[in-house]
């Protein structure tokens, strides 16, 4: 129902090569604006954290960016689990987050259950590979209790890269 947003608001889904999995990332972000009641993807920071401007949209672009560029320059990673994990590390934050008296706040869900969390529970619904179910709920705090593989470690790092220089900014 939301697949033309999401593509409108994610064409990179478009460079994954594999059929099914390029499918899998669309079903798993359309679950997550249906089950957090968004009907769209603009105006949603991508943090609570910090006071920002960055919205959840360019956030996860611009993480997908940069472990697309990084991992083009190693040669050593799968691109098209890169691409998925990096598109879908914070689509938990649809469920996480809600809308209360026109500001965007921690839902009563995600005071219970982190993003990292909720988005691998969604990616493995839609039936997404484990290595990127494991990027997903490692690629924040969560990631400290487990062995990190090296999609995870790099989607990690992306994200923290646009964390901490968005942060370093203030
Ligand atoms: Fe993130």
Partial sequence: MYREKILEAFPEIMNIKDDELRDKV????????????????????????IETNREFVEHTKMVTRTAIGA????????IDLVIAAALLHDVGKLLEFTVKDGKVVKSDYGKMIRHPVSGAILASEAGLPDEV??????HS????AVKRTPLAVLIHHADFIDFEIDKARK
């Fill in 26 to 49: 669309v079903k798993t972000w359309e679950m997550a604006m249906e089950r957090g009641g968004w009907t769209d993807l603009k105006g949603i920071p991508y943090t609570l954290v």
């Fill in 141 to 144: 705090k969560e990631g400290e």
């Fill in 71 to 78: 991992a083009e320059a190693r040669g050593d990673l799968d």
């Fill in 133 to 138: 179910v494991h990027a997903i709920v490692a």
